[in-house]
DNA sequence: TTCTACAATCAAAATTTTACTCATAACTAA
DNA sequence: TTAGTTATGAGTAAAATTTTGATTGTAGAA
């Protein structure tokens, strides 16, 4: 997930493209000039912006120049149309990392999203999130949006196993297994009680229920 | 190889790309206006469509529109002409994948093809399909179109056993006996029953009936 | 050492949901 | 029309899950 800012003053297109964005997850903001783009941009720090190259009050090419002037690192994908072509290399001069001809393809912008984002946020393998909810293996910290929870040990190992497994129904037997090492189930409601213990302290503020049970199979990490 | 549906009005065109996509290996099937195409899609569950913005009766746009309301996931590739600029961000909006500009070459076509193809056909064991029915083994969850269904423990093994066998008949014993073991004793409407219960859920928003009766024997998923 | 706090587990009551039965209605093929 | 199926609606028993309280074990503090 990744916080995208798109400058751009065609609305079918914006919308598009914030649709598009926030179904693949990401957190978009949206700006139609290019000094509102510059501001925001200073304000929020995005992890990528998708910058049209004509633009009311400040063009694209001078948004990034200035961004960089101010040593800014930010990836910048600028939106160029077929007769810029003089403007690429004046584009990347500017500080733009690349650029997509308009009109393109949802794979085409997918993909230049994908390698130019990869750039500018490595992601940490000990970071697990689900939604508002994080776990760091290293650290052993849990959050549920940026409220600290404690666990015992107990209840760590079950939501340990249960994000690294998000939307995946797990069964009691699998739990059991990965959780308390047993390899065979007893007749004993541990998993209950410390589903239930997650639950109280994961939804201590009446958040929305994180762990869901499926009935006759065991439980799932699902919104 | 992939099933391939072509609509396109322009029959100089469609002979051209049926012949070549013929010639790599594919099945191609040719619609020559909107209505047809959709039909066609409809019924025969291509990999891939190649569908012409401008088309008589119903325009692609529309075609493609129709077809994701249905939660139909084909991979779209619009085929539009450079006048066709405004329409080709429209075109993804309403649900195609990719579009291709008039004229194209043979290479561009082909390029655009593979990429669209991987991303379809890269299938997932544990998602079962059957028309714009879905259940995954991993989260257990069943749709129909977009909508999602809760099952119960046995109404979801049922329905595991009928999409797993589409178009086949089962009949009671051996639905009985995967359904519910072997062991089950005395004689019972229990089916009837259960298969109610699915029909009911799978069926909530007057949608067509897939589960069949065949009389004297048993049932089958079926359109 | 004992005490205390807390984690882990067990057990049982309370609650919710599901599985199944049964009687009867509706349907179908001969 | 009728016999044999299949569909339906309602009711009940059973199962699964949640909740609560009690018990046991353990590590650190006093």
Request: glycine residues 6%; charged residues 35%.
């Amino acid at each position: 997930m990744s916080k995208i800012l798109i400058v751009e003053n065609d609305h079918k297109l914006s919308n598009f493209l914030e649709q598009e964005l926030q179904y693949e997850g990401h957190e978009v903001i949206v700006a139609n000039d290019g000094i509102n783009g510059l501001t925001l941009a200073r304000e929020i720090h995005p992890d990528l912006i998708l910058l049209d190259r004509e633009l009311p009050k400040l063009n694209g090419l001078e948004v990034s120049r200035r961004l960089r002037l101010k040593g800014d690192k930010v990836a910048i994908i600028l939106l160029v149309t077929k007769d810029d072509i003089e403007y690429r290399v004046a584009g990347l001069d500017a500080g733009a990392d690349d650029y997509i001809v308009k009109p393109f393809s949802k794979e085409e912008l997918f993909n230049r999203l994908k390698a130019n984002l990869r750039r500018t946020t490595e992601e940490d393998p000990d970071q697990l999130n689900f939604l508002d909810l994080s776990l760091n293996r290293r650290t052993r910290e849990i959050k549920r949006g940026d409220r600290n929870i404690e666990l015992t040990a107990t209840e760590y190992d079950l939501l340990e196993y249960l994000i690294s497994h998000p939307r995946q129904v797990l069964n009691r037997d699998k739990i059991l297994e990965k959780v308390w090492g047993y390899d065979f189930s007893g007749d004993s409601n541990i998993i209950e009680v410390y589903v239930r213990y997650l639950r109280l302290k994961l939804e201590a503020n009446k958040e929305k229920r994180l762990i869901q049970t499926v009935r006759g199979v065991g439980y799932v990490l699902k919104e």
